[in-house]
T-cell receptor, first 113, second 117 residues
Framework: DQQVKQNSPSLSVQEGRISILNCDYTNSMFDYFLWYKKYPAEGPTFLISISSIKDKNEDGRFTVFLNKSAKHLSLHIVPSQPGDSAVYFCAASVSGATNKLIFGTGTLLAVQP | NAGVMQNPRHLVRRRGQEARLRCSPMKGHSHVYWYRQLPEEGLKFMVYLQKENIIDESGMPKERFSAEFPKEGPSILRIQQVVRGDSAAYFC???????????????FGAGSRLTVL
């Protein structure tokens, strides 16, 4: 039962352009969503999050959009930089319970110089 | 602040041996989570612990796997009688007390990579 899905295993983008990573979820109880970035042989690092009471959160080059009716969120990176090349994981949780995160399968982003 | 510390970073075991993975949470964090990443897959939740208590072990395999977070010392993920299918990266994460600032965000360690020969 894959409650969080990232249907694109990989994405290639030119440096300076926008990267858009997508994520869908099925559990309507999720009320907090996060994006993590992971380099090879390292642990995931937190990037940005959004509560279900919002539809957009922005932090520098990174913006997360949430569409609750479609159960869809996306991460926009603009402008993309070669250092952004990594695997991006979408995660969701139900606040106040255990706060455990349910992860998607990840999207490998390659930013070409 | 050293972050979440995991050791060993790499562990090789033969089938039937035991594997012990250790995790020290970030200073001030009282909640520990273990995740497993199989090759070419995402991170799967295994278990959530607070000091001396297992809160949610819904992701733990029913046999051979156990976890603890004692009053003193690191959290331990123990795998008995390892099989080749246990080869994976095991990540530990920690968070502050539920309801405190940042409680929704888990901070991950660098992982322990288990190889079963």
């Amino acid at each position: 039962d894959q409650q969080v899905k990232q249907n694109s295993p990989s994405l290639s983008v030119q440096e300076g352009r926008i990267s858009i990573l997508n994520c869908d979820y099925t559990n309507s109880m999720f009320d907090y969503f996060l994006w993590y970035k992971k380099y090879p042989a390292e642990g995931p690092t937190f990037l940005i999050s959004i509560s279900s009471i919002k539809d957009k959160n922005e932090d520098g080059r990174f913006t997360v959009f949430l569409n609750k009716s479609a159960k869809h969120l996306s991460l926009h990176i603009v402008p993309s930089q070669p250092g952004d090349s990594a695997v991006y994981f979408c995660a969701a949780s139900v606040s106040g319970a255990t706060n455990k995160l349910i992860f998607g399968t990840g999207t490998l982003l390659a930013v070409q110089p | 602040n050293a972050g979440v510390m995991q050791n060993p970073r790499h562990l090789v075991r033969r089938r039937g041996q035991e594997a012990r993975l250790r995790c020290s949470p970030m200073k001030g964090h009282s909640h520990v989570y273990w995740y497993r990443q199989l090759p070419e897959e995402g991170l799967k939740f295994m278990v959530y612990l607070q000091k001396e208590n297992i809160i949610d072990e819904s992701g733990m395999p029913k046999e051979r796997f156990s976890a603890e977070f004692p009053k003193e010392g690191p959290s331990i993920l123990r795998i008995q009688q390892v099989v080749r299918g246990d080869s994976a990266a095991y990540f530990c994460a920690s968070s502050p007390t539920t309801g405190s600032p940042g409680a929704n965000v888990l901070t991950f360690g660098a992982g322990s990579r288990l190889t079963v020969l």
